[in-house]
C-alpha cells in the first residue's frame, strides 16, 4: 500500500525558512518522479517542484530560487527546503509520486505571516 507522509510545517515569519519531508513507503521509490504541489484556500493545486529518479529537477517559476526539492532514494525520503518565505506561499503542501498515477499525501499546513 503507498504511503506518503509529509512533516516539517508549521508558521515561520516572511523572510524566514522551512523544510517539509515526505517518507514514502509501500512503493518502488527509486523509478518515481517526486514531488511537491501546493492548495492556497482558494486555489487549485499546483505544482511547486518534481524531482527524477536520476535527480533533475523542475521548479515553477514562482519559487525558482528560493526552493530545492532533493531525494534520498536510500532512505525513501523527499524533501523541500524553503527560504525567503512569502506571504503568498501560505498553503497545503503536499507530497506527490508519479509514474503511471498519482499519489499523494495528507498534505501539511505552511502559514507565511508576521
Known amino acids: 500500500q503507498v504511503q506518503l507522509v509529509e512533516s516539517g510545517g508549521g508558521l515561520v515569519q516572511p523572510g524566514g525558512s522551512l523544510r517539509l519531508s515526505c517518507a514514502a513507503s509501500?512503493?518502488?521509490?527509486?523509478?518515481?518522479?517526486m514531488g511537491w504541489y501546493r492548495q492556497a484556500p482558494g486555489k487549485q493545486r499546483a505544482l511547486v517542484a518534481t524531482?527524477?529518479?536520476?535527480?533533475?529537477?523542475n521548479y515553477a517559476d514562482s519559487v525558482k530560487g528560493r526552493f530545492t526539492i532533493s531525494r534520498d532514494n536510500a532512505k525513501n525520503m523527499v524533501y523541500l527546503q524553503m527560504n525567503s518565505l512569502k506571504p503568498e506561499d501560505t498553503a497545503v503542501y503536499y507530497c506527490n509520486a508519479r509514474r503511471k498515477g498519482d499519489q499523494w499525501g495528507q498534505g501539511t499546513q505552511v502559514t507565511v505571516s508576521s
Open positions: 509501500g512503493f518502488i521509490f527509486g523509478i518515481y518522479v
Open positions: 524531482i527524477t529518479s536520476s535527480g533533475m529537477t
